[in-house]
C-alpha cells in the first residue's frame, strides 16, 4: 500500500497571515503550516487547509490571510467550496467540516468512515451534494448538505486520493495501484477502467465526461479524451522499475505529482521538489518552469484555478504561488523561469 501523501516534512517560505486575536485586534505572522488543499473562490479569493486543522483565507489574492477556527487540532488535507457561502473540508480520522456562512465558522459533521481512516479529498458538487475520499477504499457521499453522509466505501484495501466531478452525472476517482474508477449515474454505480499503469495516481481532473488527466509517482502525466478508457502518457512512465532499473538521477527528474487542474486553454500540475508544470494549450503539451533554488526543493500539494485562467497553488511551510496564464509568480514578486531541457 502507498503511504498517505501528505508531503515530506521540508520548511519554505510563507505568506502573510493575520490571525485574528480578537474582533478589533490583528496579529501579523507567517503562515509556517504545511497546506495540502486549497480552494480558489476567484482571482483574490481563496482557501487552504493544513496541519493541525489549520484553515486561512485570502480575499488579496493570497498577500494576506487570515486564520479561521476551525475546531479540530487534526490535520486537515482538502476544502472545497459549492459557492461562495457553502464548504467542506476533510482530513485525517475522518473529520468532515462544513460551513453554510462563507466560512466564517465550521462545524463537525458526522462521517460514516471510522477515525481509522484519513478523508483525502472532497467536491463539492452543490449546496447539498459532495463526495470524499480516502484511506482503505474509503468513500463518502452526502445529498442533504451533510446532515447524512453515506458509506460508499469499496471492499478492496485500495487507499483513494482523489475525485473529479465534471457534472452531476459523470464523476471519477484514483488513487493506489493505478485505479480508477468512473460512474456515469451520479454515482450510484461505478465501474473500474484501466490506467495502463499499476503506479500510485495521487490526482486527476476531468473538464468534460470524456477529457482528463492523472498524474501520480515518479512524475508520471496522463491523458484521456475517451472516459478513462484508453490514456495517452505524456509525462513519465507507467511501468513500475526499481531505483536501480529507473536510475537515480531519472528518478531525481522525476518527482512525485500531486495535483492537476486544466481550465479552458490554461492548466498547472504540481508536485515533489518544486515541481511545476503549465500547460497554454488544453493540456495537450506541458513545460517545466523553475522556482528560484531556496525554493527548489519545497513541494506543492494542490493548485485550484478559476475563470479568467487565475489560480494559485499550495505546499510546505505555508509555500505559495499564484497563477495566471500560464506564469507562475512567488510571495515575493520573483517569477518562475522555463526551465531548461534536460
Known sequence: MAPAMLGPGCRAGGWLVLGLLAPAIARAGLVRDNLYGVKALSASEAWAVGTFGSIYHTVNGGKTWETRESGTRNALFSVDFADPEHGWAVGKSAVVLHTTDGGASWKAQRSPIPPEKHLFKVQALDARTAWAVGDWGARTVTHDGGEHWEDRSLSDDIVLYDVSFPDAAHGYV???????????DGGATWEKRPAGT????????????????AVGIDGLLLHTRDAGRSWV??????????????????????????????????????????????????????????????????????????????????????FAVRFDRGQVTLPSGAAATVAPTP
Open 198 to 213: 499499476d503506479k500510485t495516481l495521487f490526482g486527476l481532473d476531468f473538464v468534460t465526461p470524456e477529457e482528463g488527466w
Open 174 to 184: 484514483c488513487g493506489e495501484f493505478g485505479t480508477v474508477l468512473v460512474t456515469a
Open 233 to 318: 502518457v505524456q509525462r513519465g512512465n507507467v511501468r513500475t522499475e526499481s531505483l536501480e532499473e529507473f536510475g537515480f538521477l531519472e528518478a531525481m527528474s522525476n518527482p512525485g505529482l500531486y495535483a492537476v487542474r486544466v481550465l479552458g486553454q490554461y492548466g498547472m500540475v504540481v508536485g515533489d521538489t518544486g515541481t511545476v508544470l503549465v500547460t497554454t494549450d488544453a493540456g495537450q503539451s506541458w513545460r517545466r518552469l523553475e522556482l528560484p533554488s531556496s525554493q527548489g526543493l519545497a513541494w506543492l500539494r494542490d493548485v485550484s484555478l478559476v475563470p479568467g485562467a487565475e489560480g494559485i497553488a499550495i505546499g510546505a511551510g505555508g
